[in-house]
């Protein structure tokens, strides 16, 4: 009688059984192929949205050079030889990238693009605000100069769009640089329906 129950015993101490851990594996890999789709859209959704950010950060940072050495700062964006797009604070006004100037590098997918295929940026314009036009900055050669106060020169409302230049379905930002220094980020899908980021 002893070794029967002792024999019990030993069944039910034994853990988990092979079935058991077959049935978790097969659920853990259903969730995953499941999930994973909708983790990469948003995963690439925020690389986008980071990528507009640190295109309004580097304005911002001209923007407090200039206000801070009390002169006219602009910040430019070139595309060198490597194909990455480089937006640059040229501290020195020489047209160049020196070493010690602030820089962000595009070099993914994700990069500032050309007003032509952005969808909706008549509805873009009139979102920012009523009779506004939207002076479009080049992606490629592009300049924005602020003066000592920290105001926009010459005095006027700018854009820069950035898209994911693999997969155009993710949509679009805009980062809109007013008159007064302000800056907004819009954010749009495909079809073109801006709305304000921050």
């Known amino acids: 009688m002893s070794t029967k129950k002792s024999l019990n015993r030993r069944k039910c101490e034994r853990g988990v059984g092979m079935v058991e851990l ?93 007003a032509g295929g952005v969808p909706g940026t008549t509805s873009l314009a009139s979102a920012v605000g009523s009779g506004i036009t939207l002076t479009t900055v080049s992606p490629t050669a592009g300049t924005y100069t602020f003066d000592a106060r920290g105001a926009v020169s010459p005095a006027a409302v700018y854009v820069m769009y950035v898209a994911n230049t693999q997969i155009v379905s993710l949509g679009y930002r805009a980062v809109v640089l007013l008159p007064s220094g302000s800056i907004q980020v819009w954010t749009a899908d495909s079809s073109g329906n801006w709305h304000l980021l921050e």
């Open 22 to 114: 077959m049935i978790v594996v097969v659920i853990v890999l259903i969730t995953t192929v499941i999930a994973l789709p909708n983790f990469l859209q948003v995963y690439r959704s925020s690389q986008l949205s980071s990528g507009a950010t640190q295109m309004a950060d580097i304005l911002k940072q001209t923007r407090f050079e200039a206000i801070r050495r009390n002169t006219s700062i602009t910040c430019r964006t070139t595309v060198p030889a490597s194909g990455a797009t480089q937006i640059y604070v040229d501290s020195n006004g020489n047209s160049q990238w020196d070493q010690g100037e602030t820089i962000t590098i595009f070099s993914g997918s994700v990069k500032p693009v050309a």
